[in-house]
Every structure is written in C-alpha cells, then in structure tokens.
C-alpha cells in the first residue's frame, strides 16, 4: 500500500476573483478550485494539522499529493513571487556579504508603473546565452529584475546578470510570509547569493594584485634582485646621511644663538639675555642632581634586593628576632 503526502504550502485558485490564494489567506466559506485541472477541491481548516488544500477521493489529479518533477515548494515560491508582484506588493529585498557579513540593499520596490508587468519561467538573453527566469519583473517589454527560487540547488552565477538579480530561498520564502503579522507592511526578503560586497570586492582585487607582484618578484632573475636590494639600501643610506647632516645643521644653529659671542669691545647680549642664560644653566644642574640622587636610591634599592635573595637561597629570613638562619 503506497501513501501519499500532502504539501501544505500549495495554494489554489479563487473561483470568485480567479486569484490565486495560499492557504493561510483561505477562508472556509469560499470556493476553490485546482490550478492544474480547475476541478473543484476542498480547503481543510483544523486544530491537528496546519491549513491546506486537497482533491476529493475521487479526484485523478496528483498537485496536492504526490510529486512531479519539479519541487512543490519550488513551484510554489515561485507562484507566491509573482502573486506579490501582480498585487504590487512594496518589496524590500537585502543580502549579506559573504566576507565582512555586513547588510545592503539589494533592491527597494516601493512603486510600480503602468507598464510593469511580472512573468513565470521568463525567457531573456544574457549576452549570448538563452536564459529562464523563474520570476521576472517586466518593465516596457524589459527585463526589470530577476528572482530566482532556490529550493536544492543555487543559479550559476555566470547565466544571470550581476547586479539585477537575486535569489530566494523557498521554504524561508513561504514561512515568513505566511508567519507576517501585518499584511499592508513592506516584506523583507533575504537574498541568499553568496557574494562579496563592494569594498570586499575592492580588497580582494589589491590583494590579488599583490600578490600577482610577489609571484613575478619570485620568478625574476636572483641576480636582479640582488641589484634591486642593493639600490635599495643605497638609497635609504643616502637618506640618512641626508637627515644626519640637516640634524647636524639645525643644532650647529642652535649651538650658535645659545653661545655667547665675545668680541672687542661691548658684549653682544644683553644683561637680561644673559641673566636667562645662567638660569637656564642653574636649572639643567639642578635636573642632574635630582637624576643622580634618583639614581643612587635606585641603585641601593636593587642592591637591597639582590641581598635579600641571597640571604633567601642560604636559608636567611627575617623572623621575629630579626634574621634567623633556618
């Protein structure tokens, strides 16, 4: 005996308005029928289990039940996508960076024109390659943007263009839109490619690039290299003597206007230049004593210590008589 599962999250046609209807948005007092073979089916409201369509017994048709090629939660995010963009549902989609894992925005839909339309499996050409869309928002007869729907296996990136597209994983699709609380509010959608950002993007190419200069400095003849080092600490010796001998000119300069000039005749200081010379020089002697006093009692201080350890590793210690020898 074979069972069958039933997949909640198929949704059905309203025989009223012949929208298409998920089953969390269903009522009990409507009708609906199949999508696949537009026979009438019955919407199951119950405390057991979650809210979901299926045929009557007698019914021949597998679109609740069993499965066909493609995924049923695949074929179902799609339809949802395409409903939110019939309803001209405000979107905003977003995405993470693989690298930095930090949130942009991929794209902000917030107002529709007249001539946007959306279509299911999409056929457009990206440079020489025939493409299908899962979902795709038409402008003017002009591919707006793409969704794709992923439920098992990612797009390749190759077939898609970078910028205008972006993909959705199903199940997470399904589930937080049903989950919403809100219905009027802007929904977010996760744009699960694995990309980098722009500035991770920037980053990468650099290093790339120094690393391809590395590689061809390896690859160059050992003897060049030798010559390029050799040029190299040259030039930098030649910088230093450069620095040495600025260095050397500015305290020669300065030398100069603190020494005192004597010539025949008048001094060329005045009384109060040279009374601030000789305080200048009281307070550098006075720094030198203070640093040798500070240096002495640093110097007892350690010869303290190295005493104590000594006496330690002997087997001396300050007890209560004073030092005891254990």
Known sequence: MTTTQTHFYMGAINKHTNKYVLPVNATKKTKYKCPVCDSDILFKSGKKRMKHFCHKAKSKCSYYNERSNENPIHIEGKRLMKKLLDDKQKLFI???CECCQEEEEVLTLDCYTDKM????EH???HGEKKCFADVALIDDNETYFVFEIKNTHATDEDRRPSDKWCEIDAEDFINNYANRRNV??????????????NDCEVKMEKKKEEEQEQEQEQE????????EERATRAKE????KAAEGVMADECAKVCENLRPVRQVGPPVWSEEQWREWKERE?????????????????????RDRERDRERKKRGWYYGVDGLVLV
Do not use: H, N, T
């Open 94 to 96: 977003w995405r993470k």
């Open 117 to 120: 339309v959306s279509g299911e």
């Open 123 to 125: 056929y457009f050409k």
């Open 184 to 197: 009027c509010d802007e929904i977010e959608i996760e744009c699960v490619r694995d990309i980098r950002c």
């Open 220 to 227: 160059q003849d050992p003897l060049s290299l030798a010559e």
């Open 237 to 240: 010796r030649r910088k230093r």
């Open 282 to 302: 009281r307070e550098r002697k006075r720094e030198r004593e203070r640093d040798a006093a500070a240096m002495e009692i640093y110097c007892r201080k350690e």
